[in-house]
C-alpha cells in the first residue's frame, strides 16, 4: 500500500537527473566497512579527523569540518562570517540564494543580494563594487561575497575566481565560495583545485556529487572560522556521532573519484555532439565544460507542445531511462552513467521527437 504513495525511480534505470543519485560502489562499502569510528561530537572519530584533514590540505586551507550536506556546510560557512543583519552579495542564480530555502535569512537573520549573473554564469565587478553599502546606519553592513564554481556545469576561470577574491578582500568582505563540484571544475580546467579557491576565506565541497560519496560536504577555512562554524554545525543539528561511517566513504571518494570526472565530462561531450544531430532540440553546445548539458526542446525546426512534455518523464521511464522533463530539461552525467545508457538517452530522446515531427 505505502509502495504507492513512495515515489522512486527505477533503481536498474540509467538516471540523468543529478549526479547526486550516485550509489557506492564496492570499493566504498569495504573502506566504510574497515572504518574506525568514535563520537565525533567528541572529538573522538579518527575517520572524520581524517577526512576533515586530507580536504583542508587538498584545498590548502588550515581546517576543515564535515558537515551533513552542502547546504548545511554553506550555511555554516556564510553565518560564520556574518553576524545578524548583515549582508551578502551573490548570484541571483547561485544554490546558496536560490536553492537552500532562505536558510541564511531564516536561520541566520542574514540579508542576500542578488546580483545578476552572465552567460557563463559570472558575477560582474562593478555589480559588486555598486552594491557594497556604504558605512551608514541605514543599511546592512556589507560583509561577504558568494561565488560558485561550477555554475550550471560551467567551470569558472583560475582570473576569474582570483579577481572574485581579490575584489571581495580589496572592500574589506571575506570571501566563500560554493564549490559543491569544484573537483569538476578543477579537472575540466586542469588547475589544482587548491589553487582555484586560494583567494578564498571559506570553501564548500560536496562529497555526494559526482565524487560518488553517499552523503556529506566538508568546509575548509582557517582555524578560527572553523571553531565558529563547528559551534553553528552543533547548533544546526549537524554533530554526528559515529560520523567515520560516511566520512570514510568521503575519503575514499577523495582518494580515489577525482580522475574518473574526465570520464563523466568526456560522455558528457559525447552526448551533446550525438544530441547536435538531432532536429527538434537545442543543445547549449558551448557551455558543456563539466558533467551537465541543458536540452531545449522545440526551436525552429520544430515545435513540441507543453502539453507533450507531460508524457516526457513517462515515456523515458518505459525506455528505463530518469529524467526530470522541462522545456529545457537538464541532464547530468556520473560514474553511474556508462557509454551504452548515453546511446539509450539519445535513441529514446530521438523517439520521443519523432512523434512529433510533422
Ligand atoms: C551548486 C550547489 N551548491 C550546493 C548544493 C547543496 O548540496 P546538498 O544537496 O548536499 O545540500 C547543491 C546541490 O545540488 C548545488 O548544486
Known amino acids: 500500500m505505502y509502495a504507492t504513495a513512495i515515489k522512486t525511480a527505477s533503481l536498474s534505470a540509467a538516471d540523468f537527473r543529478s549526479d547526486t543519485v550516485t550509489r557506492p560502489d564496492e570499493g566504498m562499502m569495504a573502506a566504510i566497512q574497515a572504518a574506525p569510528v568514535g563520537d565525533d561530537v567528541y572529538g573522538d572519530d579518527p575517520t572524520t579527523s581524517k577526512l576533515e584533514a586530507v580536504a583542508a590540505e587538498m584545498l590548502g586551507k588550515e581546517s576543515g569540518l564535515f558537515l551533513t550536506s552542502g547546504t548545511q556546510s554553506n550555511l555554516a560557512g556564510v553565518m560564520a562570517h556574518c553576524n545578524r543583519g548583515d549582508e551578502y552579495l551573490i548570484g541571483k542564480t547561485y544554490h546558496i540564494y536560490a536553492y537552500e530555502a532562505g536558510g541564511t535569512a531564516v536561520l541566520g537573520s542574514i540579508v542576500p543580494h542578488p546580483l545578476p549573473v552572465d552567460h557563463r554564469g ?8 555598486a552594491a557594497i553599502k556604504p558605512n551608514d546606519s541605514h543599511v546592512p553592513i556589507t560583509r561577504l561575497l558568494c561565488v560558485e564554481n561550477t555554475v550550471n556545469g560551467m567551470a569558472q576561470s583560475q582570473s576569474y575566481m582570483d579577481e572574485m577574491a581579490n575584489l571581495a578582500h580589496d572592500h574589506g568582505l571575506k570571501a566563500h565560495c560554493d564549490g559543491a563540484r569544484l573537483m569538476n571544475a578543477s579537472v575540466a580546467l586542469g588547475v589544482s583545485a587548491k589553487e582555484l579557491v586560494k583567494g578564498y576565506d ?20 582557517d582555524h578560527e572560522t572553523i571553531t565558529r562554524a563547528r559551534r553553528l554545525r552543533k547548533m544546526l543539528g549537524g554533530g554526528l556521532r559515529q560520523s567515520g561511517i560516511l566520512a570514510a566513504a568521503g575519503l575514499y571518494a577523495l582518494e580515489h573519484n577525482i580522475e574518473g570526472l574526465a570520464e563523466d565530462h568526456r560522455r558528457a561531450r559525447h552526448l551533446v555532439s550525438k544530441l547536435d544531430a538531432l532536429d527538434g532540440i537545442t543543445v547549449n553546445v558551448e557551455a558543456v565544460e563539466t558533467n551537465m548539458i541543458f536540452i531545449r526542446f522545440g526551436d525552429d525546426r520544430a515545435s513540441i507542445p507543453d502539453t507533450a512534455l507531460t508524457e516526457l518523464a513517462p515515456f523515458m521511464a518505459d525506455h528505463n531511462i530518469t529524467i526530470t ?8 552525467v556520473h560514474r553511474d552513467i556508462n557509454d551504452a545508457d548515453i546511446d539509450a538517452l539519445v535513441d529514446a530522446l530521438s523517439a520521443f521527437i519523432a512523434r512529433y515531427a510533422d
Open 202 to 221: 571559506t570553501v564548500s565541497l560536496c562529497l555526494s556529487k559526482g565524487l560518488g560519496a553517499p552523503a556529506g560536504s566538508v568546509l575548509v577555512s
Open 122 to 129: 559570472a558575477l560582474a565587478a562593478e555589480d559588486i563594487v
Open 325 to 332: 522533463p522541462g522545456r529545457v530539461m537538464r541532464c547530468v
